[in-house]
């Protein structure tokens, strides 16, 4: 959940990137919003590198989800 509301929604991405310059890499949502807004407001090209970054780190993080979901699903259904 902080990762959307660090995904420079409400505010520019280099506040946040100023401070962690790896962020900009691990957070699949920073990535997608950039793009978009560069596209769409700006009228510049995609970042293709960035994009597949974010990609694969989307990819990375469901993975691990699946892999965390899978092995504790019957711990979780105890408290239900």
Known sequence: ???????????????????FPWYEYVNPFLGLIDNFRNVL????????????VNLLMGLVLFLIGLFLLKRYSHKA???I
């Open 77 to 79: 259904m105890e408290y």
């Open 41 to 52: 407001i700006y009228q510049a090209e995609v970042d293709l590198v960035l994009l597949a």
């Open 1 to 19: 959940l902080l990762g959307i509301w660090t995904s420079g929604i409400f505010f520019a991405k280099e506040e946040v990137v100023k401070v």
